[in-house]
């Protein structure tokens, strides 16, 4: 044992200091820094989506000659890397914190995974009876309508001001994009979805600071 | 400064109780971690833990994480508020004149 850390803090600003000192240091630990949680999925929109556009542009237009294949390959293994930066990211902050958060955070994972798997099942069924144009744009705007509401909830589970905006955002975008139709919806998610993340990640990083 | 908490009063169980104030209310810390975030060692942590447990400043309990035993430790709601009034304490000394809402 220390023989000096029985006695007590040598003022009261000592006293002040260490506890501030000390509760910033635990945060710091325990709450992962939240660039890694956002940005992530604001480049894999902003490129995965972005391609998308490129290939399979409005009116059957190809702006980008990519092969048939690339934009949602690139897609999917962007999100894929998104998801695992994240996982990594939780278990590090949480791990070996156990209780209310643990179960919270447990439960909305579960919300995402159930959530996806039982609305994509039956879209898969309907999807192709529609011509490719519309198939894409059913997918994509289903995918992130159920983002923007997810994010909206784990806003209202956290009390988090910054992941409930970005819900809303990334719902009203998906609103426009699928009003302005298919082609048109890529673009919107790539650049304002994906673009909206990238800031929602910023704000949230500098609201962390700032209480840190 | 010889009113304030005596058991609080120490600077490695003022760092123990200010780390675990920063948890949230319904979670539990494993102690191999909270050791890390103090960076103090194993058998240091458990005196002073020992300590706030006797208090009743700490709720310490052991259990299992699949076949580990895990000793997991929060702060019991006295702990809680004894740390907010150690802390009141300390900013009233600092600055007699400040009222407490700004604390």
Known sequence: ????????????????????????????RLVPDARLLYWPWGVAWLVGFGLFFLRFSPGDRELLRLPVWLPLTVLFA????????????NARAYGQVIGDSALRGRWYGCAWALGSVSVYAGLGRISEYLPDDLAGLVWSATAVGLTGALEMAGGAIWLDRDLFRLGV????INLAGAIAGPGWHALVVAVAGGGGILVAGTI????????? | MSELDPVIHAQARLRVVASLSA???????????????????????????????????????????GRTPATLIRLSRRGRLAFEEYTEAICTLLDPALPKEQL
């Not at chain 1, 850390?5 to 635990?26: F, K, W």
């Not at chain 1, 962007?78 to 990211?89: D, N, S």
């Open chain 1, 169 to 172: 955002w990334i719902s009203v």
């Open chain 1, 78 to 89: 962007l999100l894929l890397t998104a998801g695992v930066i994240q996982a990594v990211v």
């Open chain 1, 204 to 212: 949230a990083r500098r609201r962390q600071r700032h209480r840190q």
């Open chain 2, 23 to 65: 948890l949230g209310d319904g979670d539990r810390i494993a102690f191999p971690r909270l050791q890390e975030l103090l960076a103090m060692t194993a058998g240091n942590l458990s005196v002073h833990l020992r300590k706030l447990e006797d208090a009743g400043y700490v709720e310490i309990s052991k259990t299992h994480r």
């Open chain 1, 1 to 28: 044992m220390n023989p000096d850390d029985d006695l007590p803090p040598t003022d009261a600003a000592a006293a002040l200091r260490l506890i501030e000192d000390q509760r910033s240091a635990t945060a710091r």
